[in-house]
């Protein structure tokens, strides 16, 4: 987390910023004002950063891109880190991608996001956006591992497979032991894909319910408190208590709210709220704050 401030940021909170590592990709989304400095205190070069996710084109998610992409070229990052945003907002991304002057050697493919659907696949799995309901073009992103197999130590004792022969039968599938070929189902058992979710600026609609379906993790704007949801709806934002019954309606595991408003001093408050329809783990996102995706079930 390294900020979760919505609008403005406020002593404790710098404006957006979330760094989704994943295997070995690591995904920026919002990168808000402030972001460079805020993942050096962190602890994680700008290296780290695989991919650039922007939700929309308000202040508070983006301006932080022209800092991200002038430390990759200071940095000389070898590696491209495409660039994904509402395809509404190509020339806004120009602006903050080409902002000032700086000796330019960053690999950033633009990736225009025009339509739902997956805007990339990989190793890590897919990665997809769909429109949310929002004051201007916002998408929310969802990153769905492919499911795959876990070894299962007692079954692998019972065959006497230890060792580089694990490795070895992960990598070719089978292996022959005493004469006799042990297949991987005989000593693994299936692992589900695990599910991100990312769903920033946006009222409740079907989107935010489809990006944060079984989710292991969910990471959700939550800007007003239940008092004001008469503002959120006019807005275009959520609530804590709505982004909890979305996480409630599609089985999320791990809840993180953020994107809090400066207007309310007790960040308690968000939990308390949110709590009241959702008992499973909740997490009220601090700056520089580690959030452990859960383990595979
Ligand atoms: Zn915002």
Redesign the pocket.
């Known amino acids: 987390m390294l900020g979760t401030a ?2 403005v940021p406020t002593r404790h909170r710098n404006h ?1 910023g979330y760094l989704l590592r994943w295997d070995d990709e690591g995904l920026l989304f919002d990168p808000g004002e402030g972001t460079q400095r805020q993942m050096l205190l962190a602890g994680v070069p700008v290296s780290a950063v695989t991919r650039l996710c922007l939700t929309h084109f ?1 202040g ?2 983006c301006l932080g891109v022209p800092g991200i992409v002038q430390r990759l070229s200071l940095d000389a990052v070898q590696h491209p880190v495409p660039a994904y945003f509402p395809a509404s907002g190509q020339d806004f991304f120009a602006r903050l991608r080409h902002a000032c002057l700086f000796y330019d050697l960053a690999d950033v493919p633009e990736r225009p996001v025009a339509a739902d659907g997956p805007v990339a696949t990989g190793a890590f799995g897919v990665l997809e956006a769909r429109t949310l309901d929002h004051s201007v073009d916002t998408i929310g992103y969802r990153l769905t591992e492919p499911d795959g197999r876990r070894f299962v130590p007692e079954l692998l004792a019972r065959h006497g497979i230890t060792g580089p022969a694990v490795g070895q039968l992960q990598l070719t599938g089978s292996i022959e032991i005493d004469g006799r070929l042990v297949g991987l189902p005989e000593v693994s058992e299936p692992r589900r894909g695990q599910r991100f979710a990312f769903v ?2 946006t009222r409740l609609c079907d989107a935010v319910y489809a990006l944060a379906d079984d989710a292991d993790l969910l990471v959700i ?1 939550s ?1 007003f408190l239940n008092e004001d949801a008469e503002l959120a709806s006019r807005y275009g934002h959520l609530t804590a208590r709505q982004a909890a019954c979305v996480a409630a309606a599609c089985g999320v595991r791990r809840l993180v709210l953020t ?1 809090f408003s400066q207007r309310y001093p007790d960040s308690r408050r968000y939990r308390d709220q949110a709590a009241e329809v959702f008992d499973g783990d909740l997490v009220v996102a601090e700056d520089l704050a580690r959030i452990p995706v859960p383990r595979s079930r």
């Open positions: 919505s609008q957006n308000h508070d998610h920033m600026d704007e800007t994107h």
